[in-house]
């Protein structure tokens, strides 16, 4: 009975330690840092003026196929669309055919399939 008693009383004393220690651990004994405060920006007087943007900047017609009815188109102004995009074609600021753009598509350069009109070097599409 004596060697339980100190068994017990050993044991009365690991078990709190070793869930104090368990508890500080786990972090428990510290409070997760608190982020630091973000500065509020300044408000400016100054006023930013943007120029109006133009209407989308055409592409420009390097080359006409009449035998297989394709046109090489010039992207090198704006964004080239993806393969299968219809464009209207302009001259001098009138519709004169449409066309939709194929394989193969090189750096600024895209085939167009001829679709509508007679269209020359020159002309425009959008």
Known sequence: MKHFRACSRSAGLIVPACLALCWYA????????????????????????????????????????D??????????SRAMPPVGTHLIVYRDGKPVGEVRITEPSRAQFATADILTGDLQVGDEAR
């Open 26 to 65: 786990a972090g428990c004994a510290n409070p997760p840092p608190q982020p630091a405060p973000v500065a509020q920006a300044k408000p400016t007087t100054s006023v930013r003026i943007v120029p109006a943007q133009p209407e989308e900047v055409p592409a420009t017609i390097r080359k006409v196929d």
């Open 67 to 76: 035998t297989y009815h394709f046109v090489v188109i010039d992207f090198s």
